[in-house]
């Protein structure tokens, strides 16, 4: 089951149990999906960084 998955079945849980562990649980989940999507961010940042840097090493070789 991916995450997003289980954040839809535990918000319909939730709402008709509302039990406090179970929302604590769906903060926990969310915030654990906005953390993946800016480590997703920051790894694509550091391969063009990279790419980058290393364009310039072979540019400096060459002079």
Same mark, same amino acid.
């Given at each position: 089951m991916r995450l997003?998955?289980?954040i839809n079945v535990l918000l319909v849980k939730m709402k008709i149990s509302?039990?406090?562990i179970e929302r604590q649980l769906l903060q926990? %989940?969310?915030e654990l999906r906005?953390?993946?999507g800016h480590v997703?961010?920051?790894e694509l940042e550091n391969k063009k960084l990279k790419k980058d840097y290393e364009? %310039?090493?072979k540019q400096s070789e060459k002079t």
């Open positions: 997003d998955d289980y509302h039990k406090q926990w %989940l969310l906005t953390l993946r997703r961010e920051l364009k %310039l090493i």
